[in-house]
Nanobody, 121 residues
Framework: EVQLVESGGGLVQPGGSLRLSCAAS????????MNWVRQAPGKGLEWVSV????????TYADSVKGRFTISRDNAKNTLYLQMNSLKPEDTAVYYC??????????????WGQGTQVTVSS
């Protein structure tokens, strides 16, 4: 079965940076788009970003555009999310999610267990 394992979360001050990673296994990683989704305390899921299978096309939610960068290394079966200029409202559990297609937005079929990001002074 598909396995997705996130890492890199933690506590960071406002204005700081974090880099999340998602190690993928048990499927052909390079064939599928990958998403990042987050859930803030007491709120619903919010889609954050997607990258296509080849890594040359990306899309972001308006709330993170210009601050976050999604990338992937297909040789290492790993997805990344570089988060800069972090704000308290970025506090959430961040999930990576496999997409059904090589390019789509938020059509996800498998999710990781999530990693906590807390932005606070």
């Amino acid at each position: 079965e598909v396995q997705l394992v996130e890492s890199g979360g933690g506590l960071v001050q406002p204005g700081g940076s974090l880099r999340l990673s998602c190690a993928a296994s048990r499927f052909t990683f390079s064939n599928f788009a990958m998403n990042w989704v987050r859930q803030a305390p007491g709120k619903g899921l919010e889609w954050v970003s997607v990258i296509n299978s080849g890594g040359d096309r990306t899309t972001y939610a308006d709330s993170v555009k210009g601050r976050f960068t999604i990338s992937r290394d297909n040789a290492k079966n790993t997805l990344y999310l570089q988060m800069n200029s972090l704000k308290p409202e970025d506090t959430a559990v961040y999930y990576c999610a496999k997409d059904l297609f090589s390019w789509s937005i938020a059509t996800m079929d498998y999710w990781g267990q999530g990693t906590q990001v807390t932005v606070s002074s």
